[in-house]
């Protein structure tokens, strides 16, 4: 006997509610590692920072980095 439409519908939502569950779950333990060292000394603004450096392409960064100077240096914060 094939799944009806709603049937189908019904476990879709309830994996998206599962992943969304876990999602949750996985944001927390991030949040706990930030408060984690900043309880050590770290700077969690920074390191949130980094991972987002990291998690681009170099090319990517590059250009990002040239286009953070010239705005900085035509602020005048250099």
Do not use: F, H
Not at 4 to 21: F, H
Not at 26 to 33: G, H, L, S, W
Not at 44 to 62: A, E, G, T
């Amino acid at each position: 006997m094939p799944e009806t439409t709603d049937d189908r519908l019904r476990l879709l939502i309830e994996r998206v509610e599962r992943l969304e569950e876990e999602k949750k779950g996985i944001a927390d333990d991030i949040r706990d590692v930030y408060a984690e060292a900043k309880a050590v000394g770290y700077d969690s603004k920074i390191m949130r920072q980094i991972v987002r450096l990291r998690k681009m392409k170099p090319d990517d960064r590059k250009e990002m980095d040239m286009l953070l100077d010239t705005y900085k240096s035509a602020l005048g914060l250099e």
